[in-house]
Every structure is written in C-alpha cells, then in structure tokens.
T-cell receptor, first 108, second 116 residues
C-alpha cells in the first residue's frame, strides 16, 4: 500500500470549507484513496473513497489530481462536530493502514 | 440500526487474568477485524477474519487469540494479559469476504483496556 502524507493539524472557521490535503505520490493504479475520521476516541468513521474520478456524497467531496499523486478532502460547510482526526489511506490489499492523520479543529 | 457493538467498553484488570472482549455486528458482514490504538502509533491491526472459521494474523497478533464460530461474532481473547496490552481496542466489520478495496469498514465504539 502506498504511503500517505498529511499535515498534522489544521484549523477551520465554522461555516467555512475545510480542505484537507493528502499526498500519495507512490500510489499505484489499483489503489483507492479512502478517507476516514475519528472523533475524540470513538471508532473511525468512513467518509468517502475514490479511484480516479472526483467523488461527492452527503458528507464530503474528494478531489483527486489527474496524476493521482495527491487528493483533497473537502468539507463544504464545517461545523464544530467536524472537529476530528482525518485519515487518508491508499488501499489495495485487505487491510486499512492508518497513519497519524490530520487533526482538524473547527472553531466558532 | 446497523452497528458493531463491543463489550465491555471499559475494563481494568490485572496481569495474567484471562479476559475476552466481545464484538458483534448485525449487518451480515463477512469480514471482521480487530485493531488496537496507541498514542503515536495509530491504529494497528491485530487479527482479521474473512469469514466463519477463517482467521488470519494482522500486524500485531502476539498475545491475542480470536475465533469466528458465527458470522456475527468475533471475540478477542487475551489469555494472559500484560501491561503492554493496555490500549484502546476497536472491532470493525465490512461486507466483503474478499478484498475490501471498494468496501467500507464499520467500527465499533471501542474498548479501553487497562492491565495493571
């Protein structure tokens, strides 16, 4: 599985868009990009995943660059409840490998 | 409600006293897995199971046992717990019995274990 690199922390004002970057320059053609988040010490929660195309669901949007070496998770209107650690994972085998993620702090 | 449940949620025990942490899912998922989470080390997989009676070691299986006698249950057994097994444990499940590459994992609420 490709290694991913994320900034350790980010801040975002409530109501604004939160853009969380992820670098996965060694990703291979069959590796999906997954995003999970973990609020405080709760179980990780799935957000979104994609392979090549940009994806959107009720929680977020995922923008993957054309060369697939990086991606951005977008929370369009961040709320205080979005404060969490966000994990970007490049996955091709049968297990998720969580890195240290990005701690997103949403402030009022 | 679709969910993964774990019991107990909190447990304090002493070295060497056998314990079992239960995990159950009500989604008819084939794949189940156990992780532990430690500060600075992130989430690491302990064991996983592709289906009933099929289990495999993850990255940190030492000191743990699992069983998968029924599809819905995947208990984690610590035969002789030691202080280095103090951690936050998560059970997870997903639909696919094969590669969950396009399949999301659902996590339980976690079990905080302290071994004295």
């Amino acid at each position: 599985d490709a290694k991913t690199t994320q900034p350790p922390s980010m801040d975002c004002a409530e109501g604004r868009a939160a853009n969380l970057p992820c670098n996965h320059s060694t990703i291979s053609g069959n590796e999906y990009v997954y995003w999970y988040r973990q609020i405080h010490s709760q179980g990780p929660q799935y957000i979104i995943h994609g392979l090549k195309n940009n994806e959107t669901n009720e929680m977020a949007s995922l923008i993957i660059t054309e060369d697939r070496k990086s991606s951005t998770l977008i929370l369009p209107h961040a709320t205080l409840r979005d404060t969490a650690v966000y994990y970007c994972i490049a996955l091709s085998t049968d297990k998720l490998i969580f890195g240290t993620g990005t701690r997103l702090q949403v402030f009022p | 409600e679709a969910q993964v449940t774990q019991n107990p949620r909190y447990l304090i025990t002493v070295t060497g006293k056998k314990l079992t942490v239960t995990c159950s899912q009500n989604m008819n998922h084939e794949y189940m897995s156990w992780y532990r989470q430690d500060p600075g080390l992130g989430l690491r997989q302990i064991y996983y199971s592709m289906n009933v009676e099929v289990t495999d070691k993850g990255d940190v299986p030492e000191g743990y046992k699992v069983s998968r006698k029924e599809k819905r249950n995947f208990p984690l057994i610590l035969e002789s717990p030691s202080p280095n097994q103090t951690s936050l444990y998560f059970c997870a499940s997903s639909l696919s019995g094969g590669l969950p590459t396009t399949d999301t994992q659902y996590f339980g609420p976690g079990t905080r274990l302290t071994v004295l």
